[in-house]
């Protein structure tokens, strides 16, 4: 679902974020992503969400290279990546319901099936009694459940988190990780990237861990045949 293959990104002539990094994600595979602060954990999502371009070495995401992606397709490509952020981007002024539909409404889904679309991701994340709420009347852990019913209204194939658990309390953070681990239990592949090495290390799962710009854990030797679990 994920392929990273020599991945150098600069940015500017001298500052190197990443360095020649290998690695491999299978559908349904659910992964950390860790390392120090400016290890270039943010920089490897945002290349996958198209946001940066390496400069050098091959992005493939489901099976297209999005090195030269013409800037046109960028949107359509992004419908196919859940994301969810730390301070989850609620808008304040509307409701959980009209949070979670926007995805929806931007991608022009008829406003019929909307409803029912929301609904079932609501459910997922057992939100479904507060629809009608505004996001500043639930806590934060609830909060952050209606990021992640919106990040999945349109069934994405890939799930990205940025530090999703930065806020919470551990039971909160362990009731977040449960809910990925459902999603990748149906087939989305999905990348966590945490500085929590307490939740990570609970979890058990595939790390993959940066340490200023090179994967000096769980990576693939080259082109992603070996990856280590
Ligand atoms: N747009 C940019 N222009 C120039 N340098 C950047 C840019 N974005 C990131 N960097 C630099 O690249 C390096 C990696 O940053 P990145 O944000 O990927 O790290 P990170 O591991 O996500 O850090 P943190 O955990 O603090 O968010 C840092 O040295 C950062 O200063």
Request: no cysteine.
């Amino acid at each position: 679902m994920i392929e990273f293959q020599q991945v150098t990104k600069r940015y500017g002539s001298d500052h190197t974020a990443l360095k020649q990094v290998n690695f491999h994600l299978d559908r349904g595979e659910l992964a950390f992503l860790t390392g120090h602060s400016g290890a270039g954990k943010s920089t490897l999502l945002k290349l996958i969400m198209l946001m940066e371009r390496p400069s050098a070495g091959q992005v493939v995401v489901g099976g297209q290279v999005l090195n030269n992606m013409p800037r046109r397709q960028v949107p359509y490509i992004r419908r196919h990546i859940g994301v969810v952020f730390q301070n989850h981007q609620l808008l304040f002024d509307r409701t959980v319901f009209d949070n979670v539909a926007l995805p929806l409404e931007v991608m022009g889904v008829p406003t019929r099936d909307i409803g029912r679309r929301v609904r079932a991701a609501l459910d997922k994340v057992g939100l479904l009694s507060k629809e009608k709420m505004n996001p500043m009347q639930l806590s934060g852990g609830e909060q952050q459940r209606v990021g992640i019913a919106r990040a999945v209204v349109n069934k994405p194939p890939l799930l990205l988190a940025d530090e999703p658990t930065g806020n919470l309390d551990p039971e909160l953070s362990a009731d977040i990780m449960h809910l990925f681990e459902q999603f990748s239990q149906v087939g989305v592949t999905v990348l966590i990237a945490s500085h929590d090495i307490s939740l990570i290390h609970d979890m058990g799962r595939r790390t993959l861990t940066l340490e200023h710009g090179r994967l000096v854990n769980g990576g693939s030797a080259l082109g992603g045949m070996a990856h280590g679990h």
